[in-house]
């Protein structure tokens, strides 16, 4: 399909992005029949779905089958294609920053790594700071205050 047979849409790659991209992608089988989906509308119709958030079945009837661009979007994330695409974005991306093409650090957060002694008999909270347990409602049920029905002083206790 001629991607100017239809209006675009404003996730479809730009002509600079498509000629950068094309030689990423996997070359014709020389065996077999020739292949008759056009990647450029695949690729188009990939990221309207990544940009978009919408189910594979509500692509536009526009674009090439949805089964289609779903197969191909797995088998280019197993062999590898989408890997290759984001290695060669990054390091294109990098360089246009005035660095260079691969990074010589990482950082990693950690409040999101854990370290391995965290575990154990306290566990992991997810960010909670009290010690005592959480009650199922916190404002009682109706006719019982805050308390529980227990004394005012006492805890509730394990």
Same mark, same amino acid.
């Given at each position: 399909? =001629? ?7 404003? @996730? =479809? ?7 950068? #991209?094309?030689?990423? #992608?996997?070359?014709? /089988?020389? %065996? ?9 509308? #695949?690729?188009? !119709? +990939?990221?309207? %779905?990544? @940009? ?10 526009? /674009? ?8 191909? /979007?797995?088998?280019?994330?197993? @062999?590898?294609?989408?890997?290759? +695409?984001? =290695?060669?974005?990054? @390091?294109? %991306?990098?360089?246009?920053? &005035? ?5 010589? !650090?990482?950082? +990693? =957060?950690?409040?999101?790594?854990? !370290?391995?002694?965290? &575990? ?6 997810? $960010? ?6 959480? !009650?199922?409602?916190? &404002? &009682?049920?109706?006719?019982? $205050?805050?308390?529980? $029905? ?9």
């Amino acid at each position: 399909m =001629d991607t100017r047979s239809r209006k675009p849409y404003p @996730s =479809d790659l730009s002509d600079e992005a498509w000629a950068y #991209l094309e030689p990423l #992608l996997p070359r014709p /089988f020389s %065996v077999g029949a020739p292949r008759r989906t056009d990647f450029r509308e #695949l690729l188009d !119709a +990939i990221l309207y %779905v990544l @940009s978009t958030g919408c189910a594979w079945s509500a692509l536009p009837h526009d /674009f090439p089958p949805e089964g289609t661009v779903r197969d191909y /979007f797995h088998q280019w994330r197993r @062999s590898g294609t989408w890997q290759r +695409i984001h =290695d060669a974005l990054r @390091s294109r %991306v990098r360089e246009s920053a &005035g660095k260079g093409p691969e990074p010589s !650090a990482g950082s +990693i =957060d950690s409040q999101t790594v854990k !370290a391995t002694r965290t &575990g154990g008999q306290r566990g992991y909270d997810a $960010g909670k700071k009290n010690q005592r347990h959480q !009650a199922a409602h916190p &404002g &009682g049920y109706a006719g019982v $205050g805050p308390g529980g $029905g227990r004394p005012s002083g006492e805890h509730p206790g394990p």
